[in-house]
């Protein structure tokens, strides 16, 4: 097995790229240089060049801490700093935002990565689904937990997307993102 060290420098080195040089950018030999491994070490630690993508979008998207809520914490508050940690991320690392998004046009015109990035989509889903289920499992039925995990997703991908184009506006995009938790946990709101 590779060593892990070596593979999470490959990823780093990539969402580097990606975040630079944007989705064409990112070659082989690019990533290699970036990198500082050859193009067959690269190649060691991942079958394909969009195994690397995957694996960097991977990190973004299913590392976040709030991704998984620990048991106690109520909704509002899971939501709210769901919404925060994604700001943060953008807000701190600007490059791993165009990285994000770099990867999300690679994948528009590729059909084998949207489709493996579909299942990663499906993965960050279940992980909603499960907080839903541990934070409020009385509240919604499991077709209710489904369609709002999607929902908390798209509403994210759209809060991570106004993060990056208008940086200028992070108050207004945090007032959205709390009428968005309040029409989720609408009893759990504060009262002025």
Not at 78 to 104: K, N, R, S
Not at 161 to 172: A, E, I, T
């Amino acid at each position: 097995m590779p060593k892990a060290g070596k593979r999470e420098e490959i990823i780093t080195a990539a969402m580097r790229l990606l975040a630079r040089e944007g989705a064409a950018g990112l070659t082989a030999a690019s990533l290699a240089r970036e990198a500082g491994v050859s193009k067959a070490n690269v190649f060691h630690h991942f079958e394909t060049l969009n195994a690397v993508v995957l694996a960097a979008f991977e990190v973004f998207l299913l590392g976040m801490d709030n991704m998984r809520p620990q048991p106690g914490t109520r909704l509002r508050d899971w939501l709210l700093a769901l919404g925060a940690e994604t700001v943060a991320q953008m807000d701190d690392d600007p490059a791993l935002a165009g990285a994000y998004f770099a990867f999300a046009a690679r994948a528009q015109s590729d059909p084998d990565l949207r489709q493996r990035l579909a299942g990663m989509v499906g993965a960050a889903e279940a992980l909603f689904v499960e907080a839903l289920e541990l934070l409020a499992p009385e509240r919604f039925t499991p077709h209710e937990r489904s369609r709002l995990a999607a929902l908390i997703l798209i509403t994210g991908d759209g809060l991570a997307l106004h993060r990056q184009l208008f940086p200028k506006r992070r108050d207004s995009q945090l007032a959205a993102w709390t009428a968005f938790v309040d029409s989720i946990a609408p009893e759990e709101s504060e009262t002025s």
